[in-house]
């Protein structure tokens, strides 16, 4: 078991910038993929970025690609997404979610999700 905690969510201005943090705890070792989801409401869930937890590739949705970047920091188990230039329609609940499989494609462990919401 992967256990997966979000933080970092909150309420800005257009503009601004945030950064989500996802600390994982148990079976780490196990992880081969944490990616960055997002639902917003009345929408469904849409990836937002990605990273090997190992060799550290990193992989973003294209609408994401030069205002988002995700990273790792192995020793404390967490990866980060900042966030920057945010838009209203950034607005959604972040989901942090790790994938253990490299064959297997969906993401096996997810966190409660973070609230960010972003103001015009």
């Known amino acids: 078991q992967v256990q997966l905690v979000e933080s970092g969510g909150g309420l800005v201005q257009a503009g601004d910038s945030l950064r989500l943090s996802c600390a994982a705890s148990g079976r780490t070792f196990s992880v081969y993929r944490m990616g960055w989801f997002r639902q917003a409401p009345g929408k469904e869930r849409e990836f937002v970025a990605a990273?090997?937890?190992?060799?550290?590739?990193?992989y973003y949705a294209n609408s994401m690609k030069g205002r988002f970047t995700i990273s790792r920091d192995n020793a404390k188990n967490t990866n980060y997404l900042q966030m920057n230039s945010l838009k209203p329609e950034d607005t959604a609940v972040y989901y942090c979610?790790?994938?253990?499989?490299?064959?297997?494609?969906?993401?096996?462990?997810w966190g409660q999700g973070t609230q960010v919401t972003v103001s015009s």
């Open positions: 979610a790790a994938r253990t499989s490299i064959a297997i494609i969906q993401y096996n462990y």
């Open positions: 990273i090997n937890w190992s060799g550290g590739n990193t």
